[in-house]
C-alpha cells in the first residue's frame, strides 16, 4: 500500500462522536513511552502527523486520522505509566474500553510493544483482555532498530513462549522500527489485505 494521503479528522474522548460512516479503521495503542507517535508518522510518511513528544503519556484523546480518503488510523492514549492525575487517567481508560466495546467499525487493533523489554505483565493484560471481548489484534514491536537481530529473535520467542501459556496460537505480529522504517511495507500491505478482504464481503463475493 501507497500512502497517498494523511488527515486529521477529530479528536474526543467520546466514542459516540467519533466519524460516522462505514470506513473501516485500525487502532493503535500500547503503553504510554512506546513509540506510537512515532510510529504512525513512519507509516504515513508523514513527519509530524501525530504529536511526538519527550513526555509519556501526551496522547489522551481518540484521534482520527483519514488515510487514502477510504480507512480511518486512530491513535489511542496509552496504557501504563502517564504523568497525568489518576482521575484523568480513569477518564481516558474508560473511553478506551467504551472505543473497543463500541465501535463497530474497528477492523482490528494494533498492539504496539517494545522490543528491547521482557514481556511485561500490564501488556500481557492488555492482550489477555481484547482476547476476552473478542476484539481481534496483533502486536506491533517497536524499536528494533535498538536490538542486533538475535536480540531480536530472542525477544520475541520469549513472548512466543508467555502468549501459548494461554493462548492457542501466537497473535499476528510486526516487528519494526521507526528510524529506518523497517516493517512498515508489512504493516501497511496487512491493512490494506483486510480492506481488500472487506469489499470483496460487501459485495458478497
Known sequence: ???????????????????????????????SNVGKSSLINML??????AKTSGRPGKTQLINHFLINKNWHLVDLPGY????VSKNAKKTFQKFITQYFGLRE?????FVLVDIR????PIDLEFMQWLGEHGIPFSIIFTKADKLKPNAILRHVE?????????WEDMP?????????????DDVLNYIDELNENMDLKSNGI
Open 158 to 166: 520469549d513472548y512466543k513462549k508467555v502468549l501459548l501459556e494461554t
Open 117 to 120: 523489554h521482557d514481556p511485561q
Open 172 to 184: 499476528k505480529y510486526f516487528i519494526t522500527s521507526s528510524s529506518n522504517e523497517a516493517g512498515k
Open 105 to 109: 467499525q474497528l477492523v482490528t487493533a
Open 1 to 31: 500500500m501507497h500512502i497517498k494521503s494523511a488527515e486529521f479528522i477529530m479528536s474526543n474522548s467520546d466514542v459516540a462522536k467519533c466519524p460516522k460512516g462505514l470506513l473501516p479503521e485500525y487502532a493503535f495503542i500500547g503503553r
Open 80 to 83: 501504563g505509566y502517564a504523568r
Open 44 to 49: 504515513t510518511s508523514r513527519k509530524s502527523l
